[in-house]
């Protein structure tokens, strides 16, 4: 299967702003949990930024999940 790298990013983002929610924490919250600035946050579930590993694994961390959760999402 192909995908475009900007589909699999934009499908990211789009997961963990779902994680974000169903833990019902706010950009600013989950930003002050992984020592980011909030508006990089939004860039990351809006796709305008391909972000690190690093901060995947700060995302994860204080979503209370692994890692690879991050990436359980149906490509669309």
């Given at each position: 299967m192909d995908i475009s790298e900007e589909t699999?990013?934009?499908n990211l983002g789009t997961h963990i702003r779902q994680?974000?929610?169903?833990?019902?924490?706010?950009q600013q919250a989950?930003?002050?949990?992984?020592d980011i600035k909030?508006?990089?946050i939004g860039r990351i579930e809006r796709a305008e930024i391909n972000t690190t590993v690093k901060t995947l694994v700060k995302i994860?961390?204080?979503?209370d999940i692994e890692p690879k959760e991050l990436?359980?999402?149906p490509l669309k």
């Open positions: 699999f990013i934009a994680l974000r929610e169903k833990k019902g924490l706010s989950l930003a002050d949990d992984c909030k508006n990089q994860a961390n204080a979503l990436f359980n999402f």
